[in-house]
Every structure is written in structure tokens, then in C-alpha cells.
């Protein structure tokens, strides 16, 4: 469905583009989704080569992800830098408690900051937008700590105006759906290991082969819990044998559908109100 402009969203887009090319050198957080996406798209109209987009290659990224986004910045003629980070080597990640997020995004600022020191560049940036406000991701406190900008948010970008301004300016993931990393899957409390990564990407991959588009696959241990788009439900109701075999054959024991449908952070609705609390004040 198309996503015609609103009132204002040119004049937001002007403020960013002016904030970007005041800045003198600018890395990039970039991921591939719609936000870093666009944020990396208009740093290079800013600042052409005085720019950076950095992709962080690890096991919480599906390579159906990477790929996507390695294509995107070749089409825009974006600078790209692909560098690993190893968050699963930091305990305090894998136990996976409220902080995963913060411990996630605490190394991959880390290893920008190693890069900012390559190219000479003096800022860091990634594509926080206006509603990540009022979501829980303690991720943002590690880039504060890193003191990571956040243009569009800066610019009162929103998620829909970044996808009406996206979408104007011929990009053709405007309307991508959303996707965190492959570890906001896994319950709060089991341990991230490379496997059960490994059994999530494969599961998804198997449910967007069948010709679903938007879906989380849940990990609470042996079972899965697939969230599909509320327009998916009935189709995936009708279709759960099939649904099933294809996430077993990704090493889930039980399989169940999710009557609610996909919802953003529904992990997050597990944890207790002092969790995120003292997540947030980490």
C-alpha cells in the first residue's frame, strides 16, 4: 500500500539533511532496516564520502538480512564497512536478562569507536526515531554512553514519516517489515547460544518461504511460538500442519500458533516492572 506524504514530512526531512552535512564525518549503524536504512541513504546525500555505513555481522543477524543489506547499499552507492562483533563472548549477554539489549549494543559501539579511529571521523550515529521512545530498549543507554547521535529522532522523524519519505524517495524497502535482531526471540532467561540462533533463522526462513511476510518465531526453550501478521492468522490457522513440520525440521520440539498475532517486544511483556526499571538505569 502506498504511503503519500504528509503535511510537513519534506520540512523534517530538510532539518535532518542540514544536521547531517554539519557534521564532519559521519559513521553510521546500519543494520538494513527501514531506519538505519534511511539514515544511511541520507547521510550519503549529505556528506557523500565523508560517510560510513557500518553493518555489524554476528549470529543474532540472519544472512537473508545481511545480504539485503549489503544489496541496498551497492544500489545507493553507500560506503560500507562490514565488521564482526562478538556479543556472545560476554556473559552478561547471554544469560540474557532485561540488559541484553545494552550489553548488545555496548559492543557494537565499541568496535565503531575502533573504526571512527580508522577513517578520522568524529560522530557516530544509528537510526533511533521518534517512536523508540516509548519502547523498552535499553540498547539507548549504551549509545548515550558512547555518545552515538540520533538524527531522527532529532529531526521528529517517526517511524511512518521515515516510510513516507522513503518510500518518495524510491526506496524500495520502505516498506520492509520490522525485525530486530534474531536474540529478541529467545525468552527472557534462556541463554543465547549459537544454536538456538541457528534454529530461529532457519524456522523463519521456512515460514517466509511458505509465502508469510510478517512473523516472529519465539523461543521458550523446546517450543516455538509463531506470532503471524494479523492479516496472516486465518491462512496460518488453516495451513498449521505445515507450519509445524517446517519448524520442527528447525529443531523445535513443540510448535504453537499465537492467537494474538505478531506483536513488537511481546517478550518484554514477561518482565517484571523492576526489571525494566533497573535496565533502564544501567
Known amino acids: 500500500m502506498s504511503s503519500p506524504l504528509q503535511s510537513g514530512d519534506l520540512a523534517k526531512q530538510s532539518v535532518l539533511l542540514d544536521h547531517l552535512r554539519a557534521l564532519e564525518g559521519l559513521l553510521v549503524a546500519y543494520s538494513g532496516g527501514i531506519d538505519s536504512a534511511y539514515l544511511a541513504w541520507a547521510a550519503h546525500q549529505a556528506l557523500g564520502e565523508r560517510m560510513l555505513a557500518v553493518l555489524a555481522d554476528s549470529a543474532s543477524l540472519p544472512r537473508t538480512h545481511l545480504a539485503d543489506a549489503v544489496a541496498f547499499a551497492n544500489e545507493h552507492n553507500i560506503p560500507l564497512r562490514i565488521v564482526e562483533t562478538n556479543e556472545l563472548a560476554s556473559a552478561d549477554y547471554v544469560r540474557n536478562d532485561a540488559t541484553r539489549c545494552f550489553h548488545c549494543k555496548d559492543e557494537l559501539f565499541t568496535v565503531m569507536k575502533r573504526e571512527l579511529e580508522r577513517t578520522g571521523f568524529r560522530y557516530l550515529a544509528y537510526g533511533r526515531n521518534l517512536d523508540d521512545a516509548r519502547d523498552f530498549r535499553p540498547g539507548q543507554r549504551a549509545a548515550a554512553n558512547h555518545k552515538a547521535l540520533a538524527p531522527l529522532a532529532d529531526a521528529q522523524l517517526d517511524k511512518l514519516s521515515i516510510r513516507r519519505l522513503a518510500q518518495h524517495a524510491g526506496l524500495r524497502l520502505w516498506d520492509k517489515p520490522a525485525s530486530a535482531c534474531l536474540s529478541s526471540?529467545?525468552?527472557?532467561?534462556?541463554?543465547?547460544t549459537r544454536e538456538t540462533l541457528a534454529q530461529i533463522e532457519q524456522a523463519e526462513?521456512?515460514?517466509?518461504?511458505?509465502g508469510f511476510r510478517q512473523l516472529r518465531v519465539r523461543a521458550h526453550n523446546e517450543l516455538a511460538r509463531i506470532e503471524f501478521a494479523q492479516q496472516d492468522l486465518q491462512r496460518a490457522f488453516a495451513d498449521h500442519l505445515r507450519i509445524s513440520e517446517a519448524v520442527k525440521k528447525a529443531g523445535f520440539r513443540f510448535v504453537t500458533i499465537d492467537a494474538e498475532g505478531y506483536r513488537s517486544g511481546s517478550m518484554n511483556e514477561l518482565l517484571p516492572a523492576e526489571a525494566i526499571t533497573a535496565a533502564k538505569n544501567i
Not at 526471540?185 to 543465547?192: H, K, S, T
Not at 526462513?205 to 511458505?210: G, I, K, N, T, V
Open 185 to 192: 526471540r529467545i525468552q527472557y532467561g534462556q541463554p543465547v
Open 205 to 210: 526462513e521456512a515460514l517466509f518461504a511458505l
